[in-house]
């Protein structure tokens, strides 16, 4: 008998690892004595990363008329910390975790979907909380699913069973994973998150966002769990957490209006409509994001 997927997880060596300036620009993040220099020193220690950085800067997403930026520094300016910190763990974990074996390609194109999906309705959502997350929320999104994508890429055989069991029987995947798996995406997300060392903040959200009442950090818990939510009713899925849902009823609009949120003045219907322009952003970061040179094109 095999050993537990976690186990078997646990005693492979080549799993894949996020750039040490990636990780470093993430936890200069929670310096109060943070500066631009700080952080454009930290990103140019790896050329390459910062060659992207800066293209990306000058994408079609994010530039404003024709002035070209042409420093990180100025980047920084134009965009703020929080933007780049945004994209160097966006083209980091992107660069990690991309696949080019055909089976995975339709799996990973659904989650990098539904992870930009998710960051990008965090932010919405932080915003007309007034959370002031200050750009926290996206990352963590981004991230929240990781565990999946670990699961598809080295027990692929348990994760496709867990997602024709979930469609099957209309069950969200983490029960299905269980099931076939032994374990869930959170606790191989937050495995994943400990071995990178990311935050503490995101090693909680990949472990609770379907349960932000019992994270260490509710509240940003609670807005990822929100986002994933939406992200899903507006068909960004990953995988098949399809199932219809009152965002009321959920754990994390309790633990919301339990820390004094005012959630009642969130207008779900229009978040919802809201959802169709985040879908053109969607696809127009991953381009961006896939392609930083040639200002983002998808192929296929």
């Not at 952080?39 to 008329?65: Q, T, W």
């Not at 074996?101 to 990098?112: D, P």
């Not at 069950?171 to 299905?176: A, G």
Request: charged residues 25%.
């Amino acid at each position: 008998m095999e050993p537990p997927v976690l186990e078997r997880l646990k005693a492979i060596d080549d799993l894949p690892t996020l750039p040490s300036v990636a990780l470093e620009v993430l936890s200069l993040a929670h310096r109060p004595d943070v500066t631009i220099q700080l952080v454009a020193e930290c990103i140019h220690r790896d050329p390459p990363l910062a060659a992207k950085v800066l293209r990306m800067a000058n994408s079609s997403f994010y530039r404003r008329g024709d002035r070209q930026v042409e420093t990180l520094h100025r980047a920084i300016l134009f965009l703020g910390l929080a933007e780049i910190i945004n994209i160097t763990t966006s083209l980091s974990v992107f660069s990690a975790l991309t696949s080019r074996r055909a089976v995975e390609v339709s799996i990973r194109e659904q989650f990098w979907d539904h992870s930009v999906a998710t960051g990008l309705m965090a932010r919405h959502v932080d915003k007309k909380l007034q959370m002031r997350s200050l750009g926290r929320e996206f990352v963590a999104g981004l991230l929240h699913d990781v565990g999946k994508i670990i699961l598809d890429q080295y027990f692929h055989e348990e994760f496709m069973a867990a997602y024709n069991l979930s469609r099957e029987q209309d069950r969200p995947m983490y029960e299905t994973e269980m099931a076939t798996c032994g374990t869930n995406h959170m606790e191989v997300g937050y495995y994943i998150a400990r071995k990178w060392n990311l935050p503490p903040y995101l090693q909680d959200v990949i472990l609770w966002h379907h349960k932000p009442s019992r994270a260490a950090f509710p509240d940003m818990a609670a807005v990822v769990s929100v986002a994933d939510h939406m992200a899903r009713a507006a068909q960004f899925s990953c995988g098949a957490d399809t199932m219809p849902f009152v965002l009321a009823d959920q754990d994390a609009w309790a633990v919301l209006k339990e820390r004094g949120v005012d959630v009642n003045g969130l207008d779900v219907e229009r978040m919802t409509f809201e959802m169709e322009a985040i879908g053109h952003q969607v696809k127009e970061y991953i381009e961006t994001v896939m392609n930083p040179e040639e200002g983002g094109r998808r192929d296929g």
